[in-house]
């Protein structure tokens, strides 16, 4: 079973500053996802990473895919206390199932 | 589109007592899935569904939990009997049968939370 480790666990930051948060594997991702989950919601998608050395982004958001697919970053530019949530890495298996990792729950202060 | 539905929001119980969880999924989406989200971790896969049979759940304990989704619609997950250690939010979550898992994501319901006393 493929482990996924989220870092770092906890994040509290003030508005405005930038954030990075990271997700590495034991093994090679076949591909890789990330979610932002809300208090009382489910996980939302913000994006899928597939390639070796992507990078994707979305607004103040940027993905990035290792080279070796074998670890992820999520940079947060400017961050806002509407990014507060926990964010969550999860690989894409054969069988159609996602495995998470832990998360990294972000609170960005006003 | 609607989303996946799911209730009740919370549930409150006494161990040994039993507990179900329903879960509508959006539709069309053959793939249903549930996940066991304990506090201050990601969410852990116990049973798979494609149509109305499993395909996996082998991470499901099968000594107290059951579910099921007749007609490929709709599905229950239900507990019997509680343990405190199952205190947890329950994710329904469901996908198109299409492709393989990165040309789409899972659409998750909002859960369910339960807590056993």
């Known amino acids: 079973t493929q482990l996924l480790e989220q870092s770092p666990q906890f994040l509290s930051i003030q508005e405005g500053e930038n954030l990075t948060v990271y997700c590495n594997s034991s093994s090679v991702f076949s591909s890789l996802q990330w979610y932002r989950q809300e208090p009382g919601e489910g996980p939302v998608l913000l994006v899928t990473?597939?390639?070796?050395?992507e990078v994707k982004k979305l607004k103040r958001l940027t993905f990035q895919f290792g080279d070796a697919r074998k670890d992820s970053s999520l940079h947060i530019t400017a961050a806002q206390p509407g990014d507060t949530g926990l964010y969550l890495c999860?690989?894409?298996?054969?069988?159609?199932?996602?495995?998470f990792g832990s998360g990294t729950q972000l609170t960005v202060l006003p | 589109e609607a989303g996946v539905a799911q209730s009740p929001r919370y549930k409150i119980i006494e161990k040994r007592q039993s507990v179900a969880f329903w879960c509508n999924p959006i539709?069309?989406?053959?793939?249903l899935y549930w996940y066991q989200q304990i506090l201050g971790q990601g969410p852990k896969l116990l049973i798979q569904?494609?149509?109305?049979?499993?395909?996996?759940d082998s991470q499901l304990p099968k000594d107290r939990f059951s579910a099921e989704r007749l007609k490929g619609v709709d599905s229950t997950l239900k507990i019997q009997p509680a343990k405190l250690e199952d205190s947890a939010v329950y994710l329904c979550?469901?996908?198109?049968?299409?492709?393989?898992?990165?040309?789409?994501?899972?659409?998750f319901g909002s859960g369910t939370r339960l807590t056993v006393v």
């Open positions: 990473v597939v390639t070796g050395g």
């Open positions: 999860a690989e894409g298996g054969s069988a159609r199932q996602l495995t």
């Open positions: 569904f494609q149509n109305n049979g499993v395909v996996d």
């Open positions: 539709s069309g989406h053959a793939t």
């Open positions: 979550a469901s996908s198109l049968v299409r492709g393989p898992t990165y040309l789409y994501g899972y659409t």
